[in-house]
């Protein structure tokens, strides 16, 4: 790898594989209704009945590899005891959602403008990317914090659902393409880029890589001691969520903002009736008081 010098694609984004053209009629409407039963018990996510081709696109090959030839024989595979790493396949598949580096800039433009100058010297910053997915979300954070915060102490944490993705962001090895959102001047200065067989890819620079933390965790299940933050990112996921979902995780969640905290989320999100915990500072950002 070499240092970034800003020469990237301005491909646009990549959407659901060709997989997503998969014929959804092998897949009965009762064993969608296993899987999606399943997915909002142990996850909180609430597969739509217009996601029926997108689920049976993806498990398609799990079947083919296990030679089975019906998604019901698929299901009860997973359900058994012994299949705990072929369970967390599945989820990982269904969980898994495009991302990108510095998605929604307001967002980066807000932490930047308004809550890094409210800093009190000497105090350590704290921020959770709680649906991290392929660590675009954290790394982004990431440049920023390096870039403003040269005095002061600051760490990221984290998490997803999916041990798949984390071991991407763990990576942090990544295509060019998915550079084409990072400022010209944090390409250059947190990136390597890919010669010989890593040509066409990039890395984040190992001591940006140091100051942050993946791990896996389920929103929808009681918290680990994860620590309190200054800021939480959640942005994305609740459009999966029903209400009742919704009111659980952004309880649990905001449990370990501090107060005057912010938590971000995404723009097609809101906190209506979820949550009076937090204040409205604008469109998809909160305050704690």
């Known amino acids: 790898m070499r240092r970034e010098t800003a020469r990237h694609t301005a491909n646009g984004e990549s959407g659901e594989s060709a997989a997503e053209s998969f014929n959804s ?11 999606q039963e399943w997915l909002h018990r142990v996850a909180g996510i609430k597969l739509a009945e217009t996601k029926k081709p997108m689920l049976a696109a993806r498990l398609a090959k799990r079947l083919k590899h296990h030679g089975l030839a019906k998604y019901g024989d698929y299901f009860r595979m997973i359900m058994e005891p012994a299949a ?4 967390q396949i599945a989820l990982d598949l269904l969980t898994t959602n495009e991302t990108y580096f510095f998605r929604e800039p307001k967002h980066f433009e807000f932490l930047q403008k308004t809550v890094l100058p409210e800093l009190r010297p000497g105090r350590p910053f704290r921020v959770w990317s709680a649906a991290s997915s392929s660590g675009e979300e954290a790394y982004s954070i990431a440049m920023l914090l390096a870039d403003r915060l040269t005095s002061t102490q600051w760490d990221i944490f984290a998490s997803d659902i999916s041990t798949h993705v984390l071991q991407m962001a763990s990576n942090a090895h990544y295509p060019m393409e998915r550079a084409r959102h990072i400022p010209k001047n944090f390409l250059e200065k947190y990136c390597l880029r890919g010669v010989g067989r890593q040509e066409g890819t990039l890395l984040i620079e190992r001591s940006l890589r140091s100051k942050v933390t993946f791990a896996q965790v ?7 001691d994860v620590g309190d933050f200054d800021v939480i990112f ?8 029903d209400q009742e979902t919704k009111q659980k995780v952004v309880a649990r969640v905001c449990s370990r903002l501090k107060k005057g905290g912010y938590f971000l989320i995404g723009h097609s999100e809101n906190l209506n009736g979820v949550t009076d915990a937090l204040r409205l500072v604008s469109p998809s950002i909160y305050r704690k008081d």
Do not use: H, K
């Open 25 to 35: 009629n092998g897949l009965s409407d009762r064993e969608f209704q296993l899987f």
């Open 84 to 87: 705990t790493a072929e369970l």
């Open 218 to 224: 389920n929103l929808n299940q009681t918290l680990p």
């Open 234 to 241: 959640l942005r994305n996921v609740m459009i999966y969520f």
